[in-house]
């Protein structure tokens, strides 16, 4: 959550020429609810398992970029399915950083909501501990903990874009 996936997700894809596919608004499409009003009604096991539908579904579309919800590599084989499929990208980033970001949006996200400033730390603490073993098995990993600073978004597109060999080396600035 908040390391800026959508974010980076739709610029890089606009920077391809490629079709963004979002996850959570895929299902919220298919499924015409809201991902917080799912959880409410299929708690968070119904809702991996919609998430996992919707993977299965998505991984053999040509030429999109698709952004996932921070749980869903972590469950079932997902990140296996993604990583024979596709090209992964985690955006590394700290707990602090990722709480900071959180902080502003909490409400609107299921597994945080109603959480206080230290509840919501401490939870982003230990979930990014329990994710990143999964996370870590992305094809390239990028450090996204400045992303949001300015001139810092384009440069981190132009990163993903070398090290998918989008763009040869020798246009890099």
């Given amino acids: 959550m908040a390391s800026g996936k959508t974010t980076v997700g739709q610029h890089l894809a606009a920077r391809l020429g490629l079709q963004f596919i979002d996850m959570d608004l895929f299902i919220e499409n298919r499924y015409r609810k809201t991902v917080s009003e799912i959880f409410e009604e299929r708690g968070e096991s119904g809702f991996r398992e919609i998430e996992r539908r919707a993977l299965q579904e998505v991984a053999y579309f040509e ?3 698709i952004s996932t919800g921070g ?3 972590c469950f ?3 990140m ?8 992964t990208v985690y955006l590394k980033t700290s707990a602090a950083e990722l709480a900071n970001r959180l902080a502003t949006a909490y409400q609107k996200r299921p597994l945080i909501k109603g959480k206080s400033s230290e509840e919501l730390k401490e939870f982003v603490k230990n979930s990014l501990q329990q994710r990143q073993p999964f996370y870590e098995k992305a094809a390239i990993i990028i450090d996204c903990e400045t992303l949001f600073e300015s001139g810092k978004l384009n440069e981190k597109i132009e990163e993903i874009m070398i090290l998918t060999g989008q763009i040869p080396v020798h246009k890099r600035q």
């Fill in 71 to 73: 749980g869903l590599p």
């Fill in 80 to 87: 296996e399915v993604m990583n024979a499929t596709g090209l």
């Fill in 76 to 78: 079932f084989d997902n």
């Fill in 63 to 65: 030429n999109v970029v």
